[in-house]
């Protein structure tokens, strides 16, 4: 689901530019149909009635009214599969046509003596406007979809990197009164030799006061269980290769040659591949 920043900054702001511009698409459709009838009464030899053109452009008038209403669930559409995604997509269309007909038929009431059927209103906007709203919404809906999902990526990715900087690079190796700090990047693997756990770097081999397991919890992901008594620095992995019973010799840089248990093979075979 869509973090709630992701959410907040794609709200549609009613005083900034966003209504503004679905304001202008609107009116630049409504303005392009009508010169469009124009053209076509034109061409055919035929009388333009203003009036008339302009009523039957009230379906460009719900797309607005539909942006508005609608603009604080948008983000639900990210979290939607493409079953609800059709279910949607079918009943705004057929919202659309419903909503944009009665506009025209009561429109065409208050201002004409006799008004447009609602049945002929109805049939007009489905064989004139039905591939529009549907081509309208439907790239919509893939518009907003897209743009969540990329939006909580951003987060998620920002979230990441502020959690790497605040993060601890080094590992506090304690060992009677000597406290040495051992960054993570030297570290190659680190075994458990009972009582102590032992820390290998390129240079030197540090005994520590703990367990594999509460040691495991201070390190990050770059650090991969590959047996119950060893963890090894996956950035350090330079080839590994079958002993033919399901387990694996593991060799690092630096010459150090690690066993990996067919128990952890598979987490670190998808390390591995990414």
């Known amino acids: 689901m869509i973090t709630g920043a992701a959410h907040r900054e794609l709200q549609p702001n009613f005083r ?3 209504i503004y511009s679905v304001g202008a698409v609107i009116l630049s459709g409504i303005v392009l149909t009508i010169i469009q009838d124009y053209l076509f009464t034109v061409r055919h030899n035929t009388s333009f009635v203003f009036y008339e053109s302009l009523l039957f452009k009230c379906v460009w008038v719900v797309f607005g009214l539909a942006y508005m209403f609608s603009n604080k669930y948008f983000y639900k559409i990210e979290g939607m599969n493409n079953q609800k995604l059709v279910l949607l997509l079918g009943t705004l269309i057929a919202s ?60 998620e990715s920002k979230a990441i990197r502020l959690r790497s900087k605040t993060q601890v690079k080094s590992l506090q190796i304690n060992n009677g009164k000597q406290c040495n700090l051992v960054n ?26 703990s367990s594999l397991k509460k040691l495991a919890e201070k390190l990050d992901s770059r650090f991969v269980k590959i047996h119950r008594s060893c963890i090894v620095n996956m950035d350090k992995v330079t080839s590994y290769k079958s002993r033919l019973n399901g387990d694996y010799d593991v060799s690092l840089s630096g010459d150090i040659q690690v066993r990996l248990s067919r128990n952890y093979a598979k987490e670190f075979k998808e390390v591995i591949e990414g």
């Open 16 to 18: 900034g530019e966003p």
């Open 96 to 155: 659309h046509t419903c909503i944009t007909s009665v506009m025209v038929w009561w429109i065409s009431w208050i201002f004409k003596e006799q008004g447009y059927g609602i049945a002929k209103i109805i049939a007009f906007t489905l064989s004139n406007d039905s591939a529009k709203i549907l081509l309208v919404y439907l790239l919509s809906i893939l518009f907003i979809k897209k743009s969540y999902a990329q939006k909580a990526k951003q987060d």
């Open 184 to 209: 993570f990047e030297s570290i190659y693997c680190i075994k458990a030799d009972s009582p102590y756990v032992i820390v290998h770097t390129s240079d030197n081999s540090f005994l520590h006061t």
